[in-house]
């Protein structure tokens, strides 16, 4: 236990866990107040003790399923020597993530994505901020690899990492629908067809 921690603060961390994988399988409006109690054991009182409302839950429960995947691919960037191998990561660990997250429901940010472009605004701006910092690692990843002189001078950056998250995502949608994560194999294997035609 972290001595640091408030006991607010570890009853907010004990929902959001307990109610992660809940909305991530029934998205926030299928994701009932009842269903919350029930998943934590709570009353709807001191849900609404330590979050103002379901829509403040969905938020945290969205930014803690992001880390997960975040993390799980952050571990293996930082094991990997060279700029290209550091792309290469999104070809080759994606199909584990995947699987990680598949077990949980599905891609956060996709299913974010789909369930509130519409619908909640507050969660769509969410899912959009987590496109643009995993395109902006991308980014920053085959910028850096150019000048590094791993990658070919006249590649558009921001052009090939949506190329990379949208066959990711692509995949992820693709694979979850038709309940056959070896469309995944196909997909990988065209993001590392990709980064190793920006080789130099």
């Known amino acids: 236990m972290n001595i640091g921690t408030s006991k607010a603060e570890r009853t907010r961390n004990f929902i959001i866990e307990k109610t992660a994988e809940l909305f991530n399988r029934k998205g926030y409006a299928g994701t009932s107040m ?3 109690t029930e998943a934590t054991g709570l009353t709807k009182g001191s849900i609404y003790g330590n979050f103002e409302n379901k829509e ?5 429960v969205f930014e803690y399923n992001r880390s997960l995947v975040f993390n799980t691919v952050q571990a293996q ?9 550091k792309l ?16 949980r429901g599905g891609c956060p ?14 969660l769509r701006l969410s899912a959009a901020k987590a496109i643009f910092s995993w395109k902006k690692s991308l980014v920053d990843i085959i910028q850096k690899g150019t000048e ?9 950056a921001e052009e090939m990492a949506v190329s990379i998250i949208a066959l990711i995502e692509g995949g992820v949608m693709i694979s979850k629908v038709t309940n056959d994560y070896g469309n995944m194999d196909h997909v990988l294997a065209t993001v590392q067809l990709l980064v190793n035609r920006i080789r130099a």
Do not use: C, H, W
């Not at 960037?77 to 191998?85: F, G, H, M, N």
């Not at 290469?88 to 990680?100: E, L, N, Q, S």
């Open 148 to 156: 590094a002189g791993e990658f070919q001078k006249d590649i558009d």
């Open 56 to 60: 403040e839950v969905a938020l945290a």
């Open 88 to 103: 290469m990561v999104y070809g080759r660990v994606y199909k584990d993530v995947i699987a990680t997250v598949g077990n």
């Open 34 to 36: 009842s269903d919350i």
């Open 109 to 122: 940010i996709l299913n974010t994505a789909v369930e509130a472009d519409d619908t909640n605004v507050p």
């Open 77 to 85: 960037l930082e094991k990997a020597a060279t700029y290209y191998e």
